[in-house]
């Protein structure tokens, strides 16, 4: 309960609405259409196969920010950003640049309407936020990237080529970059520790003594 105040609080302030679906409800359907979708051109409908949205804790990020040192002009970019609470709390914490990937139908148009909510509450914010409505292993990724978040990340398969593909892109444009994942598990660590990527940080969350995956990996490309 604390949580969900806490969330539709921070909620408010900004702007926008973020909060997840009542998963729990019967009459609501548990997975996305366009998930499905993916999924049936993958060949075969699992549970795991796909990621439902879920928004990172606003206490989460709090503690994580406060720890974190990003300045304006770095670009922080969400894989599967879902309705935008990262882009939505990095710009407002940082000023920075934001850029949000989103491939469902729905969750895109709800991300395209807090845009606009927030750029009325914050106004000319909107110049500094980007919306792509793709899947994320599609993103081109440009040079001014430098900071990339994921929450639950995606499928492993997925996660290497978006790894490659962000790896190509320091070899274009060298520069340090900087991974920051979310409740990762050790599956995840072990691909970005066999790609070379450097642990630098582990930020420990609220709850991280019930649950040890209530943590934020930082990890950063070698120079």
């Known amino acids: 309960m604390l949580e969900y105040d806490y969330g539709k609080m921070y909620d408010s302030f900004l702007g926008v609405n973020t909060k997840e679906p009542d998963y729990d409800d019967p009459d609501k359907e548990s997975m996305p259409e366009a998930l499905i979708g993916i999924i049936k051109e993958a060949g075969t409908v699992t549970e795991a196969d796909y990621y439902r949205y879920e928004a990172t804790p606003f206490d989460a990020l709090q503690v994580t920010c406060q720890q974190l040192s990003i300045k304006q002009t770095d670009c922080v970019v969400d894989f599967g950003c879902g309705k935008g609470r990262i882009l939505f709390f990095f710009n407002n914490f940082y000023l920075c640049r934001v850029k ?124």
């Open 100 to 223: 949000g990937i989103e491939y469902d139908d729905e969750l895109y148009e709800t991300l395209l309407d807090n845009v606009a909510y927030y750029s009325v509450r914050f106004h000319g914010r909107e110049k500094q936020i980007e919306t792509y409505h793709m899947r994320a292993e599609d993103y081109a990724v440009k040079k001014e990237d430098n900071i990339f978040y994921f929450f639950n990340p995606c499928a492993p398969n997925y996660f290497e080529t978006i790894l490659e593909h962000i790896i190509l892109s320091i070899e274009d444009s060298p520069r340090r970059v900087t991974l920051i994942l979310y409740y990762c598990s050790d599956e995840y660590t072990k691909i970005l520790r066999d790609m070379q990527w450097k642990q630098r940080r582990l930020i420990k969350l609220p709850g991280y003594s019930d649950d040890p995956y209530e943590t934020m990996y930082l990890f950063q490309n070698p120079l």
